[in-house]
């Protein structure tokens, strides 16, 4: 006998379950595949998915016994997004540098002189951490109401030990208040601080003292390796000893020079290495070798007014498993938006629809290690799901600058409804 369940969502005019890639990330023309149901349905109990089919089928066997139903005629429902790359906990704005970028000035060139990371870091340094939770808990909101349910979060705006715990204890306090779960990553290798200025190495050796200390605190440890942050050297010392701590390795490469961060992250075994704007054929087939997902991060070069994307196209040729994130920060790309980086996935680095939505979603999971929970609709997952309020998923990247969530189901819960967020803080 088939248990009650809690919720029904029914007719769905095309339920995009993103199966059979929970184990594995989604790789080549798998990346095709979305595993639509038309007039799909799902049962959920407990705020998992017991069942996925067809309405039909799911309607005899649940509706009698369904607390609540909810029609999604005309509909597109699908995975809550997830965000596998994000600063979001940070203090200050950097508007003024977005002038000064559209007046010549460079990225690096406004870190040189003292903006850029540092210039968030002195706003960072600032605030207390319950401040700092309090102005993040409006960029989650935001996330959340664009369907994003699942959301990783770095530090690296602290750059000494005390900042840093600052910034994991403001992550903590949201993991309690907000209905989105966060994979928390310490990233104290983000720039080397203005007190270290002179002596950078001593600040690689900071850093390496630093994890013990957050050791627990976090899921995953990474390093920004590229010029103008770490180099390669001193990349590979910070990772292979919190590798041997036992922490998950992430990686920033890629994002204006290849240092060959591609290889460092293959030889770790990383979960992810993220940007990649710049790699070569080598260091794709060395991720390919061990299976690293690579999260791409389009909203950055766009809101830089750089041309130079990375070359989705062919790291999908050669099998590599490709993730979407915003990348959201202050500074170079001040988005939260899943849905307008499916968009320039697609315009920018000519990936389909369905790769695109793959990749912010099964793939964005295994990018943090959560794909056994989320990024697909799959009896025995989190209930996590978007509905959209457009005819074919292939108006997600189409409709661009507009929010199409309709609503938002957090573990079998509605979160947003009618463009408010209506499931109140955790207890």
Do not use: W
Request: aromatic share 6%; with cysteine; net charge negative.
């Amino acid at each position: 006998m088939i248990e009650p369940c809690d919720l029904l969502l029914v007719h769905s005019k095309e339920l995009l379950t993103i199966r059979g890639a929970s184990k594995k990330p989604k790789a080549s023309t798998e990346m095709e595949d979305l595993g639509i149901i038309h007039d799909g349905a799902l049962a959920i109990k407990d705020g998992r998915i017991l069942e996925v089919g067809p309405t039909e089928e799911i309607e005899k066997r649940y509706r009698i016994e369904a607390l609540e139903v909810i029609d999604a005629s005309g509909k597109v429902v699908l995975p809550g997004f997830i965000d596998p790359h994000t600063h979001a906990v940070f203090g200050g704005t950097r508007e003024e540098e977005f002038t000064l970028r559209l007046q010549g000035k460079s990225y690096l060139e406004i870190l040189k002189e003292g903006g850029g990371i540092l210039s968030t870091v002195r706003a960072t340094r600032a605030l207390s951490a319950e401040e700092l939770a309090e102005t993040c808990k409006g960029y989650l909101d935001n996330m959340l109401l664009h369907g994003t349910t699942t959301v990783e979060i770095k530090s690296g705006y602290g750059l000494n030990l005390k900042e840093e715990l600052k910034i994991l204890e403001a992550i903590e306090l949201l993991k309690k208040r907000h209905p989105i779960d966060i994979v928390p990553t310490f990233l104290g290798a983000h720039a080397v601080p203005a007190e270290f200025r002179d002596n950078p190495k001593g600040y690689v050796e900071e850093v390496i003292d630093m994890l013990p200390r957050v050791k627990g605190r976090v899921r995953f440890c990474d390093v920004f390796c590229d010029e103008g942050a770490f180099s390669l050297e001193d990349s590979r010392k910070i990772l292979e000893r919190a590798k041997a701590l036992g922490f998950g390795i992430k990686l920033h490469a890629g994002e204006f020079k290849d240092l060959g961060g591609t290889s460092l992250a293959a030889e770790l075994g990383a979960c992810s290495v993220d940007h990649l704007d710049y790699v070569n054929d080598q260091g794709i087939e060395s991720l390919v070798k061990k299976g690293v997902v690579v999260v791409l991060l389009p909203g950055v070069p766009f809101f830089l007014g750089q041309s130079h994307f990375a070359p989705a196209r062919r790291m999908i040729e050669k099998g590599l498993p490709v993730a979407l994130g915003t990348d959201f920060n202050p500074g170079s790309c001040p988005t939260e938006n899943m849905q307008l980086i499916i968009t320039l996935a697609c315009l920018e680095m000519g990936l389909s629809p369905e790769e695109a939505i793959n990749a912010a979603t099964i793939n964005a999971a295994h990018a943090i290690g959560m794909a056994d929970q989320v990024g697909s609709l799959e009896p025995g997952k989190k209930a996590d799901i978007v509905i959209l309020d457009i005819p074919s998923y292939k108006h997600l990247p189409y409709r661009f600058g507009t929010n199409h969530v309709d609503m938002v189901i957090k573990a079998g819960k509605v979160a947003v409804e009618e463009g408010k967020i209506v499931l109140g803080h955790r207890a």
